[in-house]
């Protein structure tokens, strides 16, 4: 069964680092674009950033740009999400997704509060 497990979130003060990664299983994980979304309290889920197959494409959401990195490992079937410079707004579940077939498989999403 195919699946998606984030690590990495937790609470850091503004202007702080964290990482997060995405374990992926039962899937040929270097065929696929995998992307990470986020969902804050109140608001609805929205891409963060996205990189394809081959790990040399990568496109970000204008709020995370310059901040965040998304890279992969695909020897280690693992997506990851560097995010430097937090700030508040960047407080939310943060969630690796992945599509097959037009379906969209989710992770049990990763906590991350900016906050002083």
């Known amino acids: 069964q195919l699946q998606l497990v984030e690590s990495g979130g937790g ?12 374990a992926a299983s039962e899937f040929p994980f270097s065929s696929y674009a995998m992307n990470w979304y986020r969902q804050a309290p109140g608001k609805e889920r ?32 693992t997506v990851y999400l560097q995010m430097n410079s937090l700030k508040p707004e960047d407080t939310a579940v943060y969630y690796c997704n992945v599509r097959i077939r037009g379906f969209d498989y989710w992770g049990q999403g990763s ?3 900016v906050s002083s």
């Open 46 to 77: 929205e891409s963060v950033a996205r990189i394809f197959s081959g790990g040399g494409v990568t496109v970000y959401a204008d709020s995370v740009k310059g901040r965040f990195t998304i890279s992969r490992d695909n020897a280690k079937n």
């Open 111 to 113: 906590q991350v509060t």
């Open 11 to 22: 609470l850091v003060q503004p202007g702080g680092s964290l990482r997060l990664s995405c």
